[in-house]
């Protein structure tokens, strides 16, 4: 697994939900939706949620527990 990927991983596993960007300012993850399929292809289940704000849509990520 690649190092920012197991990152997001140990991130997710504390049990946060996370955004692109927060993943970019907590972590330095600019292609997150990458990250979060890897993690998924390595059998961890992550839950998306799409969310609007200010006119904007983005993906919120979660370890299923």
Sequence with gaps: MKP????VLNYLKTGK???????????????LASRINE???EGWPVNSELITEN??????YKLMA
């Excluded at 939900?17 to 292609?31: D, H, Q, V, W």
Aim: some cysteine; glycine content about 8%; aromatic content about 8%.
């Design 4 to 7: 920012q990927t197991q990152l």
């Design 17 to 31: 939900s996370i955004t692109p960007l927060e993943a970019l300012n907590k972590l330095g993850c600019f292609r």
């Design 39 to 41: 993690i998924n292809n």
């Design 55 to 60: 006119g904007k849509r983005f993906a919120r």
